[in-house]
């Protein structure tokens, strides 16, 4: 389960991923909103849960989440490395480890949770701009 801050911003993220919203839980009475999303042909085998607490109705400071309310990071075999980063910095998602090996890359969702993308099967070979680019901030 990850906390989440925006939950159209991060089901957004997440789909740009690959993972497509499998259900949806709205609780009034416990204001909060579960949204269960998964891989093609993965519902009900793995899933993850973005669990979005509302804000309180006295109109106080919602709850913030930092790295210690989520956890190290959630990973995802992708089928080709490249093309997936390069859609990712084309809808503006900051790629913090580039996949200059051609196997691992690193981003981090709406709510800065970190995400590593490792490439299905072998490595592919180097490719620019990947090879030459360098980390940016934490992944």
């Known amino acids: 389960m990850l906390r989440v801050s925006d939950p159209d911003a991060s ?64 990973a995802y075999a992708v089928d080709d490395i490249y093309a997936l980063c390069q859609k990712l910095v084309d809808a503006g998602v900051t790629i913090n480890r580039p996949p200059r090996d051609g196997h691992m890359a690193f981003v981090r969702s709406p709510d800065n949770i970190s995400v590593e993308l490792l490439q299905k099967g072998e490595r592919l070979s180097a490719q620019e701009p990947w090879a030459s680019m360098e980390n940016i901030g934490e992944w």
């Open 11 to 74: 089901v957004a993220f997440f789909e740009l991923l690959g993972l497509e919203q499998v259900r949806r839980h709205d609780s009034e009475q416990g204001r909060f909103t579960l949204i269960f999303l998964a891989a093609p042909g993965e519902k009900n085998i793995a899933e993850v849960e973005l669990t979005y607490n509302w804000p309180p109705e006295d109109g106080s400071t919602p709850e913030q989440y930092g790295g210690g309310r989520n956890f190290g990071h959630l």
